[in-house]
């Protein structure tokens, strides 16, 4: 009889029809879900990484110091001198990576509120707009907004200049927009429909469902996949230099060429390197421990 | 057994309803008086999970017409008008469906204060007393995921009580739960109902059914084969199909 009972449910349409299978397929989906957020990346910075690069480092200054002939002042030197400047470009790619990002998570919210719309053209308009960005290589994207944005506008006799950073940005901020919209759309069609038709049940219409039961669930599964995004974008900041912002790839290769020994190559790209990791790696972790925590609790 | 009046509360007229192409009520009839107890038993698959679910609707249906105290539930289209309708009938579910964001005391609360707009103080104080009620008084504190299967089904229903509804429907809540625990749900009930609320429970307990229920309603196949006073429907039931589906349970 309890036999029975339990398997009445799922002879009615509605969720749950094998309940054995359902941890499994939670876990499955949750794992989709993360690596579709990150951009179908499921790749992630691990401490080894670090050695690695760091290994790869002491070689590149071990061929810069031998190959450096006498006269020539030693790698540690070279490297502490354009460290300023290699700085001050870094500073460029936080800006651009936490702009973008904020850019692209406040437009991204809305795209993925539209995508689950009761209003057909909305739906559907936002899906072909997420589909759209999130499939465009990041490049071709900036170098759409590099191009095709004038270098100033004109409001009301005003001229506002639009440096080339900007326009980065919003390159960048373009395909975030659309991961983000993935990882909303995504985050709320997992919450099971049982809290929708339980909060329809006691009377909330979509909007206090929503606001109220859905999304505050939705916020745990969403924060390591946006991380990760973060992560991703971060490095994708360099791309910028292909387009001519001084971010710190743009001074690295500044640095090179002013100090015209090609020997200093692999020490210092691999010195960005470090940069880069040394700023990714505390956010992948954190990612990681989030993720086992909130899997535990849901 | 029940404070009963003659008038009916719930009134279900040839009610038919479908899910792609697979007919799943066909013409299913039931009144239930205020303050009634009604009790719809049956095997898997027959209906009974919709029909609770077309009262309040949560499932729209194809064809008849459903009555609950001043709505016409077949004649609702808007959220606006159904919404009306839910404030007056509470369901409550096998799997709980409690939010597990919030604590047992925040999830009796919450649609009092943001759907009945209701003094969030006074909503306090009788969500806490409803949960002493459900004698579950200490736990007000504690996420649903802390609480046993029967202790988050007492929650829900203390959380569909905080709506005052006049209609209860109980969807197998019971059928999840572990047999110790069935029982505390159980005492939950029966209470309710000595109260004089009206209940519709859809149940596999033929013990409590017999002990609680005005009529128990047999259904097969998405209609009901025999209604009855639980004492002729499980003594003396009259028809060939509900004597087979007792003579397996029982």
Same mark, same amino acid.
């Given at each position: 009889m309890s036999d029975d009972a339990r398997v009445s449910g799922s002879v009615l349409p509605g969720p749950a029809p094998w309940p054995v299978l359902l941890p499994a397929a939670a876990i499955l989906t949750h794992e989709a879900m993360s690596a579709r957020g990150a951009g179908a990346s499921t790749w992630r910075l691990e401490r080894e990484h670090g050695f690695a690069l760091l290994a790869v480092f002491l070689l590149g200054c071990g061929i810069a110091q031998a190959q450096s002939g006498a006269g020539y002042p030693s790698i540690v030197e070279t490297l502490w001198k354009w460290t300023p400047l290699l700085a001050r470009g870094f500073v460029f790619n936080l800006a651009i990576s936490v702009l973008a990002m904020a850019v692209g998570t406040i437009a991204g919210f809305f795209l993925g509120f539209a995508q689950i719309s009761l209003l057909l053209p909305v739906k559907r308009g936002a899906w072909l707009t997420t589909h759209f960005f999130r499939n465009a290589p990041w490049l071709v994207l900036l170098f759409y907004c590099m191009f095709l944005l004038p270098f100033q506008v004109t409001i009301l006799g005003v001229r506002?200049?639009?440096?080339?950073?900007?326009?980065?940005? $919003? /390159? $960048?901020? $373009?395909?975030?927009?659309?991961?983000?919209?993935?990882?909303?759309?995504?985050?709320?069609?997992s919450i099971p429909t049982a809290q929708w038709e339980s909060a329809a049940s006691l009377a909330f219409n979509r909007r206090q469902t929503l606001w109220r039961i859905i999304v505050p669930q939705c916020v745990k599964r969403m924060l390591p996949p946006w991380m990760n995004l973060y992560a991703i974008l971060t490095m994708a900041t360099v791309l910028a230099s292909i387009v001519g912002v001084s971010e710190m790839m743009t001074q690295t290769q500044r640095a090179l060429s002013a100090e015209s020994r090609p020997g200093l190559l692999l020490a210092f790209y691999s010195y960005v390197l470090i940069w880069f990791f040394a700023y990714c790696y505390p956010i992948a972790r954190l990612t990681v421990r989030l993720e086992s925590r909130y899997a535990v609790n849901q | 057994m029940t404070p009963t009046s003659a008038e009916p509360i719930v009134?279900?007229?040839?009610?038919?309803?479908?899910? /792609?192409g697979t007919d799943v009520l066909k013409g299913v009839s039931m009144q239930v008086r205020k303050g009634g107890v009604v009790c719809i038993i049956g095997p898997s698959g027959s209906g009974k999970s919709t029909l609770l679910r077309c009262i309040n609707g949560l499932v729209p249906i194809k064809r008849g017409s459903i009555r609950v105290a001043k709505f016409d539930v077949h004649l609702l289209r808007t959220d606006a008008q159904k919404i009306a309708l839910r404030k007056d009938v509470s369901i409550v579910f096998q799997q709980y469906n409690l939010f597990p964001?919030?604590?047992? $005391?925040?999830?009796?609360?919450?649609?009092?204060?943001?759907?009945?707009?209701?003094?969030?103080?006074?909503?306090?104080?009788?969500?806490l007393a409803l949960l002493a009620k459900v004698r579950l008084a200490e736990k007000r504190d504690a996420y649903p995921g802390e609480l046993s299967g029967g202790q988050q089904q007492r929650v829900a229903i203390a959380r569909s009580l905080a709506m005052r509804p006049e209609v209860m429907l109980f969807d197998e809540v019971t059928a999840a739960l572990d047999p110790e625990t069935v029982k505390e749900v159980l005492n939950t009930i029966r209470e309710l109902a000595a109260e004089g609320m009206t209940c519709i429970l859809v149940t596999h307990e033929m013990r409590f059914a017999r002990e609680i229920a005005d009529d128990v309603h047999f259904t097969d196949g998405g209609t009901i084969v025999e209604s009855a006073p639980p004492s002729e429907l499980f003594d003396h039931p009259q028809k060939e199909r509900t004597r087979a589906f007792l003579s397996q349970i029982l």
């Amino acid at each position: 009889m309890s036999d029975d009972a339990r398997v009445s449910g799922s002879v009615l349409p509605g969720p749950a029809p094998w309940p054995v299978l359902l941890p499994a397929a939670a876990i499955l989906t949750h794992e989709a879900m993360s690596a579709r957020g990150a951009g179908a990346s499921t790749w992630r910075l691990e401490r080894e990484h670090g050695f690695a690069l760091l290994a790869v480092f002491l070689l590149g200054c071990g061929i810069a110091q031998a190959q450096s002939g006498a006269g020539y002042p030693s790698i540690v030197e070279t490297l502490w001198k354009w460290t300023p400047l290699l700085a001050r470009g870094f500073v460029f790619n936080l800006a651009i990576s936490v702009l973008a990002m904020a850019v692209g998570t406040i437009a991204g919210f809305f795209l993925g509120f539209a995508q689950i719309s009761l209003l057909l053209p909305v739906k559907r308009g936002a899906w072909l707009t997420t589909h759209f960005f999130r499939n465009a290589p990041w490049l071709v994207l900036l170098f759409y907004c590099m191009f095709l944005l004038p270098f100033q506008v004109t409001i009301l006799g005003v001229r506002i200049p639009i440096p080339d950073w900007t326009k980065a940005t $919003l /390159g $960048l901020a $373009l395909p975030v927009m659309a991961n983000v919209s993935e990882i909303v759309r995504g985050a709320i069609q997992s919450i099971p429909t049982a809290q929708w038709e339980s909060a329809a049940s006691l009377a909330f219409n979509r909007r206090q469902t929503l606001w109220r039961i859905i999304v505050p669930q939705c916020v745990k599964r969403m924060l390591p996949p946006w991380m990760n995004l973060y992560a991703i974008l971060t490095m994708a900041t360099v791309l910028a230099s292909i387009v001519g912002v001084s971010e710190m790839m743009t001074q690295t290769q500044r640095a090179l060429s002013a100090e015209s020994r090609p020997g200093l190559l692999l020490a210092f790209y691999s010195y960005v390197l470090i940069w880069f990791f040394a700023y990714c790696y505390p956010i992948a972790r954190l990612t990681v421990r989030l993720e086992s925590r909130y899997a535990v609790n849901q | 057994m029940t404070p009963t009046s003659a008038e009916p509360i719930v009134e279900l007229n040839d009610v038919h309803q479908s899910f /792609g192409g697979t007919d799943v009520l066909k013409g299913v009839s039931m009144q239930v008086r205020k303050g009634g107890v009604v009790c719809i038993i049956g095997p898997s698959g027959s209906g009974k999970s919709t029909l609770l679910r077309c009262i309040n609707g949560l499932v729209p249906i194809k064809r008849g017409s459903i009555r609950v105290a001043k709505f016409d539930v077949h004649l609702l289209r808007t959220d606006a008008q159904k919404i009306a309708l839910r404030k007056d009938v509470s369901i409550v579910f096998q799997q709980y469906n409690l939010f597990p964001h919030k604590t047992a $005391l925040e999830n009796i609360m919450m649609a009092p204060i943001h759907v009945l707009n209701e003094n969030a103080v006074e909503v306090r104080e009788r969500a806490l007393a409803l949960l002493a009620k459900v004698r579950l008084a200490e736990k007000r504190d504690a996420y649903p995921g802390e609480l046993s299967g029967g202790q988050q089904q007492r929650v829900a229903i203390a959380r569909s009580l905080a709506m005052r509804p006049e209609v209860m429907l109980f969807d197998e809540v019971t059928a999840a739960l572990d047999p110790e625990t069935v029982k505390e749900v159980l005492n939950t009930i029966r209470e309710l109902a000595a109260e004089g609320m009206t209940c519709i429970l859809v149940t596999h307990e033929m013990r409590f059914a017999r002990e609680i229920a005005d009529d128990v309603h047999f259904t097969d196949g998405g209609t009901i084969v025999e209604s009855a006073p639980p004492s002729e429907l499980f003594d003396h039931p009259q028809k060939e199909r509900t004597r087979a589906f007792l003579s397996q349970i029982l």
